[in-house]
Each structure stands twice: as structure tokens, then as C-alpha cells.
């Protein structure tokens, strides 16, 4: 797993393309939060900085795809959590994505206490279908520290220990 310290530029610019943009609005609903736009962004400027690529503009709204790594399309999860991600964690994809072109999914964590990035690991889209749990809109969730949750979306959930892990940069670069 590559982890990396968020850069204050990022947080900057994150918060100054959310003045202008919202991301959140899918036709589907299951709308974005600020917050979670914010994260969303972060995952993908990190991911940028990291690779040393030229920060996203983000002129006309949403890219039509996050990134381009090798000719594939890489769709960015982000998620924002308190703790570093663990094995047995889970990460998810709202199943409104599923039909948005992309090849490949690659999952990154944001502990919000530590300010750090976590680029857990990647697999290609198709696989990730076969192989996640899905769960349907109105399901409880229960985590770890025992609480709760109604999913407000259908979505897929898959464990950390079943990504193909990333190592270092060369890793991200041979995807």
C-alpha cells in the first residue's frame, strides 16, 4: 500500500473547485455531499501529485474518466475514514456506476485524523463485479465497533485483502 500526506495545494484547490462545481448531482440521486466531493477530489489530486501529473481542471464539471493509467480507464474510489484501512475492511462502489465507462477500479483510503492518503489496491472492473458482495438500497450494514447503517444506494463491498496491492510508484505505473 502507498501512503502519502496530504499537500495543503490539494486541499486548496479541492476547496476552491467545490466553490464552483458540484459533482454530486447524478440523475439517479444518491447525490454527493460536500464532503464527500471533497474527498473524492482529494483521492484523485493525490493520485495526480503522486504519478507527476498535471493537476485535473475540472472545467467542464466531471472528468469523463479519473485517470488514464496505460490506455485504461481508472475509475478513483475514495473514502474518508478515522482509522488507517485494515485486511478485512471493506471498500465500496455505487452500483449507479456500474455502467459509467471505466476498466479498471482503484480504491484509496483517506484516514481524516492523520491526514493521510491510502492507495490500497486496484482490480480491473469486471472482476471487481464478479467477486464483491452486493448489497440493495434499504439493507442494514453493520461495522466492526458495532454500529449501524441503511445504504441509502445499491452498492458492491469488497475487502481490501482481495485488491491487487500497490506497492510503490512502479506498481501504479504498470497497472
Known amino acids: ?21 458540484n459533482f454530486g448531482n447524478r440523475s439517479r440521486g444518491f447525490n454527493g455531499s460536500y464532503e464527500k466531493q471533497y474527498t473524492g477530489l482529494i483521492g484523485e489530486l493525490t493520485l495526480f501529485r503522486l504519478m507527476g501529473r498535471p493537476q485535473p481542471r475540472y472545467e467542464s464539471g466531471r472528468l469523463d474518466e479519473d485517470i488514464n493509467i496505460n490506455g485504461k480507464k481508472v475509475d478513483i474510489k475514495s473514502m474518508a475514514r478515522n482509522v488507517y484501512i485494515q485486511e478485512h475492511y471493506v471498500h465500496n462502489f455505487v452500483a449507479y456506476q456500474k455502467d459509467m465507462p471505466s476498466d479498471i477500479l482503484l480504491f484509496i483510503s483517506i484516514n481524516k485524523r492523520s491526514g493521510v492518503v491510502q492507495i490500497c489496491g486496484w482490480l480491473e472492473k469486471e472482476k471487481f463485479l464478479n467477486n464483491a458482495s452486493f448489497f440493495d438500497q434499504g439493507d442494514k450494514r453493520e461495522r466492526d465497533d458495532g454500529t449501524s447503517f441503511v445504504l441509502r444506494a445499491p452498492l458492491y463491498e469488497i475487502e481490501q485483502s482481495k485488491l491487487n496491492k500497490l506497492n510503490n510508484i512502479k506498481d501504479l505505473n504498470d497497472i
Open 1 to 21: 500500500m502507498i501512503q502519502i500526506k496530504i499537500h495543503d495545494d490539494d486541499r486548496r484547490y479541492a476547496v476552491e473547485i467545490l466553490k464552483s462545481k
